[in-house]
């Protein structure tokens, strides 16, 4: 279905509609959502997919998608989702997570996915220490810091005393550069 030409009109209008309703989605999620939606129609009405498509109508479905962001974030903003708690812009953990971006796209040869994967589980590591200081059952597995978080950061500031630049975007950047890579925007 995805390689056909109305499918390819479709996502087109889809997100032409939405862009007219200040909405921005990632194509993939709407490609996903006009494939289960023609899919849905032809089922139900026990008709070729190619029939259904008939039934389309982008508008329509922008409308549906627009007012579902809509919920979610007004949800979201009632329940105080939506915001991720930021540890402080000194935050030595931090630091290293952004400091580990530029090698980890150069020990992966631009491995995105593997990048991302490293962040994500490095910050999520960060987060358990911080939140588990009295779990019993990682006794000795945190180092010489043990679970004293000062102490950890205090020895994290001794490994890296300038953790600061790693909140500056420009040298940031400059390091992720320096490694052979660019973020753009196709």
Known sequence: MR????????????????????????????EDT??????????????????????????????????SVSAFEESSTEKGVGQAPMPPIDNPELALVLAGVPDSLAQTGGDLYAVILNVAVNAWMA?????????AGCDGSRGPAGHDWQ???????EMQPNIS???????????????GYAVTRR
Not at 45 to 67: E, K, P
């Open 3 to 30: 390689k056909t030409k109305a499918f390819k009109e479709a996502v087109a209008q889809t997100l032409t509609e939405l862009a007219r309703r200040g909405v921005t989605l990632a194509p993939s999620t709407v």
């Open 34 to 67: 006009i494939e289960k939606s023609v899919s849905t129609v032809a089922e139900q009405l026990r008709i070729q997919v190619r029939s259904a498509w008939r039934y389309f109508d982008a508008a329509a479905l922008a409308d549906r998608l627009a007012h």
């Open 127 to 135: 987060g358990h220490i911080h939140g588990e200081d009295d779990c």
């Open 151 to 157: 102490a950890r950061m205090r020895t994290i500031t």
């Open 165 to 179: 630049k790693w909140f500056d975007r420009d040298v940031w950047t400059r390091a992720v550069n320096d490694a």
